[in-house]
């Protein structure tokens, strides 16, 4: 068989040695990846949990390909002008979006007008980390309120009154709270901030009552500026083990995060996608690196078809919430 023509052989032999010659060039494109330099592309400004990851990867990567990395950060609409900024770049791994839940899982249900499909343009990589939401009050303006029971007996005894606020119209900050309301039969009326920064400013300020930060309020906490009630993940917080989560203090199945992952286009090699995956999970197996990530958060690690199944989950569960609460953008 082997000294016949090509063109003698049958169609299924011959697809079958295409085949071994694209498997044999794969390992090989994937080995010269990356081959310039990379990058990233962050809908959020410098100092926010997804900028510090991006530049944790972006200084990982370089050491281990020694490619440059750098940061650019686009950020509005809630990291949507970066994510479309990714779906104009060329599909070769060397443009990737530093992402958070919001941008992927929300965005497409709450904005009227989008510029990109999330399973059509976009190509997950690796999760990095899962953060929880902290549920913080001001001792200051509410001294009385210990325990989430006690902000919801307050909620219930005030409705309408009441305000919370979050780090802007969509964000998962306001669907952990509109969950919170629902699952509690309160209406703590919302005020949305552009940010959390901006959120927790206006809590520390007395304009509103409570708000779900991030782990960047432990400062503040640790100052008694804010106080600490719950926590929104499945798990308490490390950094705070004497604060039950929401679902022990009765809200069963109450399990929010955020999350910072890595993308590229849809169009990008397998191999490439592969390839970079690797370098960005050997983050989590050397020590430096993984301190640093451990300190924005939980260390996952999910792999391109382990972190598609969690967009999936999520966009379907934050659907509902986001149906309930008529949330929409332009």
């Known amino acids: 068989m082997s000294r016949l023509p090509l063109r003698l052989l049958s169609l299924a032999t011959r697809c079958g040695l295409l085949l071994g010659l694209a498997c044999g060039l794969a390992p090989a494109f994937a080995q010269a990846y990356p081959n310039k330099p990379i990058r990233f592309i962050v809908g959020f400004a410098p100092g926010s949990s997804i900028d510090s990851v991006a530049r944790i990867l972006a200084d990982h990567i370089r050491s281990k390909t020694g490619q440059p990395v750098t940061v650019d950060n686009r950020t509005g609409a809630n990291g949507m002008l970066a994510a479309t900024e990714l779906v ?15 941008t992927i899982t929300v965005n497409p249900l709450v904005y009227k007008k989008i510029a990109y499909d999330v399973e059509r343009d976009l190509a997950p990589v690796a999760l990095t980390v899962s953060v929880p939401f902290i549920l913080t009050t001001n001792p200051d303006k509410d001294p009385g309120i210990h325990t989430l029971a006690d902000l919801m007996k307050a909620a219930k005894a005030r409705p ?27 209406k703590m009326v919302h005020v949305p901030y552009r940010g ?31 106080r600490a009630i719950a926590v929104s993940s ?24 955020f999350w910072v992952g890595a993308f590229v286009p849809a169009a990008t090699p397998p191999a490439v996608v592969k390839a970079l ?10 020590a430096a690196p993984k301190a640093l990530l451990q300190q924005q958060g939980n260390l996952l690690m ?29």
């Open 196 to 226: 959390s920064a901006p959120a927790q400013l206006g809590l520390l300020g007395k304009e509103v009552d409570a708000a779900f930060d991030n782990p960047a309020a432990m400062p503040q906490i640790r100052a008694g500026k804010l």
């Open 302 to 330: 999910l792999d391109p078809k382990q972190f598609a199944a969690r967009i999936r989950q999520e966009t379907d569960a934050y659907a509902e919430i986001v149906k309930r609460g008529n949330i929409t953008l332009e």
């Open 277 to 286: 995956y690797d370098i960005i999970r050997t983050a989590g197996d050397e």
């Open 160 to 186: 309408g009154q009441m305000l919370y606020g979050s780090a802007g119209v969509g964000n998962l900050t306001q669907l952990s709270f509109e969950m919170l309301n629902h699952q509690a039969g309160v």
């Open 234 to 257: 499945a798990q308490r917080w490390r950094d705070l083990p004497e604060v039950p989560t929401i679902a022990e203090q009765g809200y069963a199945g109450f399990d929010i995060s």
């Open 88 to 102: 104009k770049a060329a599909p070769d791994g060397h443009t990737v979006l530093i992402s958070n839940s919001s």
